[in-house]
């Protein structure tokens, strides 16, 4: 999975020491369907029109000592860029932060009043992080990624003509890494304009402009390899991916298609070395643009919020429910009073359609949602027990630390021996005092208790352990081992392989499909 590295490196790169190589096989003699777009003859008109409305973003902040520094690239032994690299990074590294930097300072420059000191001082110093940007409107708003400035107490932006301007952050956004910020100048400002992300294709030609290293103002041309790649950086991942050449300090660069539109912004890349190997990520236009209008208007991301939270559909969890296909989000929780709650969306429901748009996976909810215009009423298709149905949702606006806890269910003292359940290795127990002070159950949770999971049965192959709570089962709430094998019966009786059962583990909600065997 990429992740970010430090402050300073204004990438997310793989540190996985070894890589799997994939190869594909090519149809020979197949009919050719459709013809390619000829290739460019070059990009040099489109580079010219569209470099100067490229910047380098330079931010600055306080750090400790025993911080971490990023890396150089990885060279070859005797490669000659190794000492082009070290002698660029020795060069810059005594310049002071405010001469005029050109694009060519280097992403672990340091304060110059603290570059004699020991390696071990443990005194504070300055250290100087570099990205790329873009402006977007003639009277100097600029767009990066929001961890190119993310804790900086000082940002300069360094036009094509070496101009070194002091900005302002306007607002941004952590959950999709954007940031919008503001220069002043007494003339307006070469700017670029949004394309529709949308209609990219993949094999579409498409331009990277950044600031690699501290380079500034390079080029590099690719093709779009994927659309709607999930790199686990966020609940939004909807990324573009590319492989134009995008290294450290090309975060927050734009890429263009051919018609000189934004279609996306550079955020990451995917690396065993910190450089490129043909696996560069952008966020897509179409995502950005929203926030970006947000940040301009409110220096915040107002997003839409339904107020559930949600696991994946899985052939098990399907076949339980009776659903045909594992399109859809599984409801695992509901947020009390949240709208979701308000509309009558229930724990266990499947959401197949929000707003008119179909859900095949999971992951899409989260987005459309949040794109939704806050107080704006919605259909929303879910299923429950067996039927599709549709309610009617108010979306609200996302709280800062939005939770989405599961309403308890009270039931009466159920009997207090325990209960082997037949064909499935579970044995469990109605809740009582001592059993919650063993298993440090909070009052509130309600259910059956798991007493003992026998080693490779089905519920171990699930993921239950001692402990976990059983909620529900077949999404019909449950207080007592009679109530649980009553459902396991009634599924056997209509051919069930499985049963769905809510679970509270220790770390929190989830929906564990058991197979129910033979009684």
Same mark, same amino acid.
């Given at each position: ?93 005594? @310049?002071?932060? $405010?001469?005029? &930097? *050109?694009?060519? !300072?280097?992403?672990? #420059? /340091? +304060? ?114 994927? @659309?709607?790649? $999930?790199?686990? &950086? *966020?609940?939004? !991942?909807?990324?573009? #991916? /590319? +492989? ?276």
């Amino acid at each position: 999975m990429p992740v970010r590295n430090g402050t300073a490196t204004m990438v997310a790169v793989m540190r996985s020491p070894t890589f799997p190589v994939l190869f594909a096989a090519l149809a020979i003699g197949a009919p050719c369907l459709t013809a390619a777009h000829p290739a460019p003859d070059g990009f040099a008109d489109l580079a010219a029109r569209l470099l100067p409305a490229v910047v380098n973003v330079s931010s600055s902040e306080i750090a400790r000592a025993d911080s971490e520094t990023p890396e150089t690239p990885v060279f070859p032994p005797g490669s000659p860029f190794q000492q082009f690299f070290n002698d660029f990074m020795n060069r810059h590294r005594n @310049r002071s932060p $405010d001469q005029p &930097q *050109g694009g060519t !300072d280097n992403p672990d #420059q /340091t +304060d110059p009043d603290q570059s004699e000191a020991a390696p071990n001082d443990a005194q504070p110093h300055r250290v100087q992080s570099l990205g790329s940007g873009f402006i977007i409107d003639p009277s100097g708003i600029i767009v990066t990624n929001n961890h190119v400035i993310d804790g900086a107490d000082e940002i300069s932006v360094v036009l094509q003509d070496n101009t070194t301007l002091k900005a302002k952050v306007i607002g941004h956004d952590d959950r999709t890494d954007l940031a919008v910020l503001r220069v002043t100048t007494n003339h307006k400002l070469p700017a670029v304009s949004f394309g529709d992300s949308d209609r990219a294709r993949v094999g579409d030609w498409v331009l990277a402009i950044g600031n690699p290293f501290g380079l500034g103002g390079s080029v590099t041309a690719g093709i779009v390899s994927a @659309r709607g790649r $999930d790199i686990q &950086q *966020g609940p939004y !991942d909807d990324f573009i #991916q /590319t +492989d134009a050449a995008i290294n450290r300090g090309n975060s927050g660069g734009p890429l263009f298609n051919m018609a000189g539109e934004v279609i996306g912004i550079n955020t990451a890349i995917l690396s065993p070395s910190g450089g490129s190997i043909g696996l560069g990520f952008a966020i897509p236009s179409s995502e950005a643009r929203i926030v970006i209008d947000q940040l301009i208007r409110y220096g915040r991301a107002r997003r839409g919020w339904l107020g559930v939270r949600i696991q994946q559909v899985t052939p098990d969890i399907a076949e339980s429910l009776g659903l045909h296909g594992e399109d859809g989000a599984l409801v695992a929780g509901v947020t009390a009073n949240g709208p979701a709650d308000r509309a009558g969306i229930k724990s266990g429901d499947v959401i197949l359609d929000f707003a008119g748009q179909k859900l095949h996976e999971m992951r899409t909810l989260p987005r459309v949602v949040a794109e939704t215009p806050i107080a704006s009423r919605v259909p929303v298709d879910i299923w429950r027990s067996g039927h599709q149905q549709t309610v009617q949702v108010m979306v609200a606006e996302m709280p800062e630390d939005a939770a989405s806890p599961t309403p308890a269910v009270a039931h009466a003292p159920p009997p207090r021996t325990a209960v082997e359940l037949a064909g499935t290795g579970l044995s469990i127990a109605a809740l009582t005092p001592e059993l919650r002070h063993k298993f440090r159950l909070d009052a509130s949770v309600s259910g059956v208790v798991v007493t003992a999971v026998a080693a490779g049965s089905a519920a171990s192959d699930r993921g239950l352990h001692v402990g976990d709570v059983i909620v529900s089962v077949q999404q019909q709430s449950v207080g007592s081992p009679a109530e649980v094998q009553k459902q396991l019966t009634a599924a056997r009786t209509h051919d069930r392989k499985s049963v769905l059962l809510l679970v509270q583990a220790r770390d929190g909600m989830r929906w564990v499909p058991l197979p129910v065997g033979r009684s």
